[in-house]
């Protein structure tokens, strides 16, 4: 989750506090850009927190501390009657067999025609 300008400046008065350091207007502008739009609060507040308690005594760049949200993995849900068909077929040898006669059948079929069922 992106972090607001709030969090943002909160971000900064940390670091700005501990490093004695200074940020112009168009660094802090900056700074409060790209973190709110890029980066997640409460994983940049960690690494803030584990850069200081490194012992580093030089003041932290933009990308050394900012941290993105990961990714969530999107999926579709699989329909039921798909659920219900690979679950058969993994455990209902009736269902199994039943299946590979309908295949074996149109294998015939088709071959018929003069049709390859590889192709």
């Known amino acids: 989750m992106s972090m607001t300008k709030q969090q943002a400046l909160e971000i900064i008065k940390s670091i700005r506090h501990l490093y004695n ?24 507040q960690k690494a803030v927190k584990e850069y200081i308690n490194s012992g580093n005594p030089y003041p ?3 990308p ?11 999926y ?3 329909p039921d009657d798909i659920k219900e068909h690979r679950y058969k077929m993994a455990n209902d040898p009736e269902y199994r067999a039943k299946r590979q006669r309908a295949i074996d059948e149109f294998k ?4 018929k025609f003069g049709v390859n069922s590889d192709e």
């Open 108 to 111: 015939r079929t088709i071959s």
């Open 60 to 62: 932290p760049n933009l």
């Open 76 to 78: 579709e849900e699989v």
């Open 21 to 44: 350091l200074d940020f112009d207007k168009p660094k802090l502008e900056t700074w409060v850009q790209v973190l709110s739009e890029n980066g997640d609060f409460e994983l940049t």
């Open 64 to 74: 050394s501390v900012m941290r993105k949200a990961p990714k969530k993995m999107e």
